[in-house]
C-alpha cells in the first residue's frame, strides 16, 4: 500500500461545471444542480466565512460584546441569562 493520498472523486454521473470563487477568484468544480440553487459560489468554507464576515460583521460584533456588572464596568459573565445569578438590582 502506498501513503500517497487518492484523488478526490468528482460526482459520478451529475452534471459539473468549473466556476470562479466569489471571494478569492480560483476556479473550482461544483455540481450544476448545487450552483442552480445558490450553492457552489465558494471554493471552500473559508473563503464563504471571509465574505460573510466582511458582509455582516457577526464575529466582529461578538468579540466587542460584553455583559455590565454591578459596578457598571465591562467585564466577562458566564452565567446563563436566565439563571438567577444573572438578575442583578442597579
Same mark, same amino acid.
Given at each position: 500500500m502506498s501513503d500517497q493520498k487518492q484523488?478526490?472523486?468528482v460526482w459520478e454521473g451529475a452534471k459539473t461545471a468549473t466556476?470562479?470563487?466569489k471571494c478569492? $477568484?480560483?476556479?473550482?468544480v461544483a455540481r450544476t444542480a448545487d450552483r442552480d440553487r445558490?450553492?457552489? /459560489?465558494?471554493?471552500s468554507k473559508s473563503c464563504k466565512a471571509t465574505k460573510q464576515e466582511a458582509?455582516? $460583521?457577526q464575529m466582529k460584533a461578538y468579540l466587542r460584546r460584553t455583559v455590565r456588572?454591578?459596578?457598571? /464596568?465591562?467585564?466577562?459573565?458566564?452565567t446563563h441569562p436566565f439563571s438567577p445569578d444573572a438578575f442583578v438590582r442597579w
Open positions: 484523488p478526490q472523486k466556476y470562479k470563487c478569492c $477568484g480560483k476556479d473550482f445558490g450553492w457552489a /459560489r465558494f471554493c458582509r455582516t $460583521g456588572t454591578r459596578e457598571n /464596568r465591562s467585564a466577562f459573565d458566564d
